[in-house]
C-alpha cells in the first residue's frame, strides 16, 4: 500500500481554476501519512485563499519571497531543506514556463531551483494551451531534467472546452506522490524502543541508576525512522536529541517506563526493549530527604517488573526484541533470555570490553533468533543500528506479522 509516514511534501500552488482543488490535495496526502506545507504564487491566492490551506495543512503559508518576517520563520532554503517532495498542483502553463526556463522570481520557482528533493508536477490549463507546442516543450524539457508528471486528466474543462489539461483527482496524485518514494524496510510499521537507564528514587532528591547513555536505543529509533516507521521513544533520562520524526515520552522509572509502553502496546508492531532498566527500586520512597545518621544504614530494594517480557507475554504481542548485555558467556545467557522472556529476538553484546558498550560510540553484538543468529562486527552505533533494524525487518516479514 502507498504511504507517506515520515515525508516532508512540499506542495506548490499555482494560479489556475484547479487550484480550489489543492485544498483536498492536502488532506489526501495527510491521509497517507505525510506533512505538508503549502507555497502559493501571487495568482493562486486569487483562486484560494492562503488561510484555507493554513488551516488544513496545520502550517503558515508561504507566499513571498522578500518577506523578512517570513524568511525568519522558515525562509526559502530552510523550505528547500525541509522539502523530501516538491509537488506543483496545479501547474499552470505560466508556471511550467518559469521552472523550463530556471526563472527564480517569486518563491515557488526559487524553492524549486533551491532543493534537492524530487520533482513531480500535476499540470492544469486548458487543453488548447496543454496542445501548444511552446507548452509542450517546456514540459519535454523539465521531464528531461528528472521531474515527473502526473495527468493532466482528459475531460470536460472550466471553460467549456473538452480535451487534456484537467488537474489530476487529487487521490490519483497523492497516489503519485507516494509511488515516487521507495518503500523503507519499515514503512508503515509502528515501533516502540525503550531506552536510556532509569531512575529509582530513594527520596525526594536521590535515586538509583546506571551509566547507560542511551545512545543505542536512540540510534535504533533512527535507523527506525529512516526505515520509514512510525517510531516512539520511551526514554528514561538521557542528555540526547530525538530523532526529527520520532515521538519521545519521557520517563524516570521502570514502573513509569512499563505503564507508558503498555499503554503504547494496542499500536504497535515492533517493539524493541533497549532501556537499560534498574531490576530493583528502592522498598519504600521517603517522603523527606533521608538525614544523615548512623555509620550504616540498610537499604531494602524490590524486584521491578521486567518490561520485555510482560510486553512479550500480552496477548497481541508485537515482534518482540531484547537485549543481553553480559559479561561472560554471552551466547548461553542471551539464548536462554530469548526463550525465558518469550522474545523474537535478542541482541547481544559482551560489555565486559571496556572501549564498545554502555557509554561508547562503538559497539559490536551478535542477534539471536530461535533458529539462527547473525554477528554484527564491531562498529559505530548508527550502523550496527541500522543492520539491526535490517535483521528485525527480515524475520518480521519472514514471519509474515
Ligand atoms: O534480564 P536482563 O536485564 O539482562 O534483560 C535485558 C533485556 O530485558 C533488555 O532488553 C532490557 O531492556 C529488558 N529489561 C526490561 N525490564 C527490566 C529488565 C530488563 O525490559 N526490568
Not at 517570513?70 to 506543483?88: K, N, P, S, Y
Not at 498542483?89 to 526563472?103: I, K, N, S
Not at 508492531?269 to 519504600?284: E, K, L, S, T
Not at 520512597?285 to 524486584?303: A, S
Amino acid at each position: 500500500m502507498a504511504h507517506l509516514f515520515n515525508r516532508n511534501i512540499l506542495l506548490g500552488v499555482s494560479g489556475g481554476i484547479a487550484a480550489y482543488k489543492s485544498a483536498e490535495l492536502v488532506r489526501q496526502l495527510q491521509e497517507l501519512g505525510a506533512t505538508v506545507r503549502v507555497i502559493m504564487t501571487r495568482g493562486a491566492q486569487e483562486f484560494i485563499t492562503p488561510l484555507t490551506l493554513q488551516a488544513l495543512s496545520g502550517h503558515p503559508v508561504h507566499t513571498d519571497l522578500l518577506d523578512a518576517e517570513a524568511e525568519q520563520g522558515m525562509g526559502h532554503i530552510e523550505l528547500a531543506r525541509w522539502a523530501d517532495l516538491l509537488l506543483v498542483a496545479p501547474a499552470t502553463a505560466d508556471l511550467l514556463a518559469r521552472l523550463a526556463a530556471g526563472r527564480a522570481d517569486d518563491l515557488l520557482t526559487t524553492v524549486a531551483l533551491a532543493t534537492r528533493a524530487p520533482k513531480l508536477l500535476a499540470p492544469a490549463m486548458n487543453q488548447q494551451m496543454w496542445r501548444d507546442a511552446a507548452t509542450a516543450a517546456n514540459v519535454a524539457a523539465l521531464t528531461g531534467r528528472g521531474m515527473a508528471l502526473v495527468g493532466p486528466a482528459s475531460g470536460e474543462q472550466a471553460c467549456g472546452d473538452v480535451g487534456p489539461g484537467r488537474l489530476e483527482e487529487p487521490a490519483v496524485i497523492a497516489r503519485a506522490a507516494a509511488d515516487l518514494f521507495e518503500d523503507g524496510l519499515l514503512q508503515g510499521r509502528r515501533v516502540v524502543i525503550t531506552a536510556g537507564p532509569t531512575r529509582e528514587a530513594l527520596d525526594p532528591v536521590r535515586y538509583i541508576s546506571n551509566h547507560s547513555s542511551g545512545k543505542m536505543g536512540y540510534a535504533l529509533a533512527q535507523a527506525a525512522v529512516d526505515a520509514g516507521a512510525r517510531t516512539t521513544i520511551v526514554s528514561g533520562p538521557v542528555h540526547l536529541t530525538a530523532p526529527d520524526r520520532a515521538r519521545v515520552i519521557a520517563v524516570e522509572s521502570a514502573r513509569q517506563m512499563l505503564e507508558e509502553c503498555l499503554q503504547l502496546m494496542p499500536e504497535c508492531d515492533i517493539f524493541i526493549a533497549c532501556a537499560a532498566v534498574a531490576d530493583y527500586r528502592p522498598a519504600a520512597v521517603q517522603e523527606q530527604k533521608i538525614k544523615k545518621g548512623p555509620d550504616e544504614i540498610t537499604l531494602q530494594l524490590v524486584r521491578n517488573p521486567d518490561i520485555v517480557a510482560t510486553v512479550a507475554a500480552g496477548a497481541q504481542r508485537p515482534f518482540t526484541v531484547g537485549f543481553a548485555a553480559e559479561t561472560r558467556d554471552v551466547l548461553t545467557y542471551a539464548r536462554d533470555k530469548l526463550q525465558r522472556k518469550a522474545l523474537d529476538m535478542i541482541v547481544a553484546n559482551d560489555v565486559s570490553d571496556q572501549s564498545i558498550g554502555f557509554n561508547s560510540e562503538l559497539n559490536e553484538a551478535v542477534v539471536l533468533w530461535r533458529d539462527g543468529e547473525q554477528a554484527l562486527g564491531r562498529t559505530g552505533k548508527s550502523n550496527l543500528a541500522r543492520q539491526i533494524i535490517q535483521l528485525i525487518a527480515g524475520r518480521v516479514a519472514a514471519q509474515g506479522n
